[in-house]
């Protein structure tokens, strides 16, 4: 397993699947009584977010603090970030501190690439997201996920169809999954807009259609991603609405999903333009779930980097 | 200490010891041994609420044979556990991180119950004292004891066994293991050198 967490192709199989099962067993510590482990006790996780992520930043809080670790939570805004500090400055501020993991959250793709291979920092840097880029802690709750329901907790996701429906332009949360499907043996169905499918779409691992009706009937996952309106600065698609009308999942695109099949959303929801509520609500949705999961996830990927003199001896070469 | 798998290596080697270890348990005396503690145990408890928590990995499978053969004895059905306590390990940081194992709480939790927590081999003490711990974290039980197939000295903590299959001498140099009919296809215990091992040390993860 390398030492950087920065793309989910940093991950072989056997190493995203040794990241599941130990998400699993870390999971269980939810039930009991203590939900604490004294494993990275002393050791010191900052949380440097250049861009807002609440629920990414107290999941990976959350995830850090049941397993001890000091938690630093260092926000861009209104530090010296804001005043003109550059990220190689705030690195070395870092590392004066003593961080042994950054876990970066960052507006420009690489990012966390460059902190990791700059020398900046001895730290493990692990990805919280950057620009368009990548989210693979994201793309491992959601396998953890999708493992849990479909292929009852054990293995990968061999043989799984995962359609990933949406805003597949801006959304680092498809282009992970893309990666860790493939690594997993699943295959990543891309449904979009041709306007909201990125450039060289087609060099991807992936399938992709304009039809959502037609591949809903076929898939054992539906992943729905946020039109992410902040990012958009031209004209997508002619209205909410129409999106919303040729995109959005509601009961009725449900119904032709077959019977065990599962809706995901990374969250924050859109409520009524990528998906309606009472599918969000339904019983097929596994949203809450993934929260969950995501804090599981996350532990198990600071354990297996942080844990060790190192982390664990890969058994295959990295795709 | 016990010999963890990844430090004894024994899974998957089948029974086929080296030239330099010799056999100091067959599996009929394992059999006696495990009877006679389930025994040791029911005289010992006095038919107190008692759970039997099997340390991973090659606890596990003692711990759920010790506990048949206490049902038997009693006639009821005995609770039995699974700890892994990888994550309470005081030499995490010496060796890259570790897969886990499952940790999985006796039927009706330890709560108030005797709690016996069964291990393969007795060593350095390390091993118990990150079980008492990660216990701590399932509950409060009555009390603890300790049931180990093999003591073989050289503790480094005030820890000792209530229960134990047999005590074996043994130097430093030297290397137990403990194969188990779940794991390894029959049981038995070695005792020897492993071939080109590491200096003297209790230290397990020198043993590899």
Excluded: C
């Amino acid at each position: 397993m390398k030492r950087h967490l920065i793309s989910a192709a940093d991950l072989t199989h056997d190493d995203a699947v040794l990241v599941l099962d130990t998400a699993v067993q870390l999971a269980a510590i939810a039930d009991r009584p203590v939900k604490k482990l004294p494993t990275l006790r002393g050791r010191t996780v900052v949380n440097l977010f250049f861009e807002d992520s609440t629920r990414t930043r107290i999941s990976f809080e959350a995830a850090a603090k049941r397993l001890s670790a000091d938690v630093i939570n260092f926000a861009a805004k209104g530090s010296s970030v804001s005043k003109g500090e550059s990220l190689k400055d705030t690195a070395l501020t870092l590392e004066a501190m003593g961080a042994d993991a950054v876990v970066l959250r960052h507006g420009a793709s690489g990012a966390p690439y460059q902190l990791a291979n700059s020398g900046w920092i001895s730290s493990v840097v692990i990805n919280a997201g950057d620009g368009t880029h990548e989210h693979p802690t994201q793309a491992l709750l959601d396998a953890l996920t999708m493992r849990r329901h479909l292929k009852d907790d054990v293995g990968d996701l061999a043989g799984l169809r995962v359609a990933i429906v949406g805003d597949v332009l801006h959304s680092r949360v498809a282009r992970s999954n893309v990666l860790l499907l493939n690594t997993l043996g699943a295959t990543p169905i891309l449904v979009a807009p041709p306007t909201l499918l990125p450039v060289g779409v087609e060099t991807w691992a992936a399938q992709t259609s304009y039809d959502l009706d037609a591949v809903l009937p076929s898939v054992d996952v539906v992943m729905m991603l946020r039109v992410q309106s902040e990012r958009m600065n031209a004209a997508f698609f002619p209205s909410q609405a129409e999106y919303s009308r040729r995109y959005g999942l509601d009961a009725r695109r449900a119904d032709l999903l077959p019977e065990h099949a599962i809706v995901m959303h990374p969250g924050p929801m859109n409520r009524g333009v990528e998906i309606s509520a009472d599918v969000a609500d339904s019983r097929r949705s596994v949203i809450v779930e993934q929260v969950a999961n995501g804090v599981a996830a996350r532990m198990a990927v600071l354990y297996l980097l942080l844990g060790g003199s190192e982390p664990p001896a890969s058994t295959e070469e990295s795709a | 200490m016990s010999e963890r798998p990844e430090s004894g290596g024994s899974a998957g080697e089948g029974v086929a010891a080296t030239d330099e270890m010799r056999v100091v348990m067959t599996s009929d005396d394992v059999r006696r041994a495990l009877s006679r503690i389930a025994h040791e145990i029911d005289e010992r408890t006095k038919g107190a609420d008692v759970a039997l928590v099997g340390i991973a990995s090659r606890g596990v499978p003692l711990a759920r044979r010790l506990a048949e053969r206490l049902g038997d004895i009693q006639g009821r059905e005995v609770p039995v556990g699974e700890l892994d306590i990888t994550l309470h390990r005081d030499d995490l940081r010496l060796k890259p991180a570790r897969p886990l194992l499952p940790t999985r709480v006796p039927a009706g939790g330890i709560d108030g119950a005797t709690v016996v927590l069964v291990d393969d081999v007795l060593f350095s003490g390390r091993t118990v004292r990150a079980a008492l711990d990660a216990l701590s974290e399932l509950g409060r039980p009555r009390a603890v004891q300790l049931a180990v197939l093999v003591d073989r000295g050289h503790r480094e903590l005030p820890i000792r066994a209530d229960y134990v299959g047999k005590n074996l001498p043994t130097s430093l140099r030297e290397t137990v293991r403990v194969h188990v009919q779940e794991a390894d296809g029959a049981d038995a215990v070695y005792l020897g050198h492993e071939p080109g091992a590491a200096p003297i040390t209790t230290d397990e993860s020198s043993q590899s």
